[in-house]
T-cell receptor, first 116, second 116 residues
Framework: AQSVTQLGSHVSVSEGALVLLRCNYS??????LFWYVQYPNQGLQLLLK??????LVKGINGFEAEFKKSETSFHLTKPSAHMSDAAEYFC??????????????FGQGTTLQVKP | GAGVSQSPSNKVTEKGKDVELRCDPI?????LYWYRQSLGQGLEFLIY????????KSGLPSDRFSAERTGGSVSTLTIQRTQQEDSAVYLC??????????????FGQGTRLTVV
């Protein structure tokens, strides 16, 4: 079965500090992995995605993530946190490219708090 | 349209009543998803439509829940005999598919359902 685990439901960092949000996955097929951000009372916005190829992927707002197959991880990082980064972040998995496996499996989410 | 549109944005209903939630996907997107997000919870998969294929209904929590997608475009999620535990934000998303390969999912703003 496919699953996504986000370690830490709440993460608090100071403005300017490194942001690290952890995501581990389980999949029997090569996964497609995504990070989404959700601001209060809004839908989800895609930050970045890994499909195939380069394992370090860069997204919007200075975020990046690295796919590590050996560790079954896809952690999200940003070198320097801004106040505007405060939001809920979701890691998601799709079991490959085929439209037959289109269901997206989400982690429980991590709320990022940025302190001034 | 420019994005995924959901209506209504808010719905308050009495316990036992039926409700219909509507989703207009991005024009041309063949895949459509419904998710449920309860307070403090992650995203719970409900149902997935892809083109003319039979939908993946594996996430529907009970037979009170059903969904249709007419003409491969607009979708309606129906909840019959609503219960208080149905209170949640219902999110719709859509993806395009080229040669059987799905793009990332684009989300609507959600419908907040409150059952009183």
């Amino acid at each position: 079965a496919q699953s996504v685990t986000q370690l830490g439901s709440h993460v608090s960092v100071s403005e300017g500090a490194l942001v690290l949000l952890r995501c581990n996955y389980s999949s029997s097929v090569p996964p497609y992995l995504f990070w989404y951000v959700q601001y209060p009372n809004q839908g989800l916005q895609l930050l970045l995605k890994y499909t195939t190829g380069a394992t370090l992927v860069k997204g919007i707002n200075g975020f990046e993530a690295e796919f590590k197959k050996s560790e079954t991880s896809f952690h999200l990082t940003k070198p320097s946190a801004h106040m505007s980064d405060a939001a809920e972040y979701f890691c998601a998995l799709r079991g490959g490219a085929s439209s037959n496996t289109g269901k997206l499996i989400f982690g429980q989410g991590t709320t990022l708090q940025v302190k001034p | 349209g420019a994005g995924v549109s959901q209506s209504p944005s808010n719905k308050v209903t009495e316990k036992g009543k039926d409700v219909e939630l509507r989703c207009d996907p991005i024009s041309g997107h063949t895949a459509l998803y419904w998710y449920r997000q309860s307070l403090g919870q992650g995203l719970e998969f409900l149902i997935y439509f892809q083109g003319n294929s039979a939908p993946d209904k594996s996430g529907l929590p009970s037979d009170r829940f059903s969904a249709e997608r007419t003409g491969g475009s607009v979708s309606t999620l129906t909840i019959q005999r609503t219960q208080q535990e149905d209170s949640a934000v219902y999110l719709c998303a859509s993806s395009s598919s080229t040669g059987g390969v799905l793009t990332e999912a684009f989300f609507g703003q959600g419908t907040r359902l409150t059952v009183v």
